[in-house]
Nanobody, 119 residues
Framework: HVQLVESGGGSVQAGGSLNLTCSAHSSYSRYYMAWFRQAPGKEREGVAA???????TYTYAVQGRFTISRDNAKNTVYLEMNSLNHEDTGTYYC???????????????WGQGTQVTVS
């Protein structure tokens, strides 16, 4: 069983930055990781994904502004978010799976989410 715990959400003004952290409690280094977000009334969308070798994928809306990274020694994945705007507001979820799903929503394991609000 894989347990994920997100942290780092909060409120920020447009143009500001936030850093999210997701801690995994399992055989983390073998898993593919991703960040998703869900705004009120909208479907959950993939934001960034990272494979076991560190290769990354981003949705177009965040390219150049967000950076996903992982530290296998700490069983942790990060999402650095810069130049935030109102459209980035939502609940951000960490997800993981043993299959390389990139930004597809079929991940088996999810965290509880952390709120990001951009005003």
């Amino acid at each position: 069983h894989v347990q994920l715990v997100e942290s780092g959400g909060g409120s920020v003004q447009a143009g500001g930055s936030l850093n999210l952290t997701c801690s995994a409690h399992s055989s983390y280094s073998r898993y593919y990781m991703a960040w998703f977000r869900q705004a009120p009334g909208k479907e959950r969308e993939g934001v960034a994904a990272i494979d076991t070798a560190g290769s990354t994928t981003y949705t177009y809306a965040v390219q150049g502004r967000f950076t996903i990274s992982r530290d296998n020694a700490k069983n942790t994945v990060y999402l650095e978010m810069n130049s935030l705007n109102h459209e980035d507001t939502g609940t951000y979820y960490c997800a993981t799976d043993s299959v390389n799903l990139q930004l597809a929503r079929w991940y088996n394991y999810w965290g509880q989410g952390t709120q990001v609000t951009v005003s």
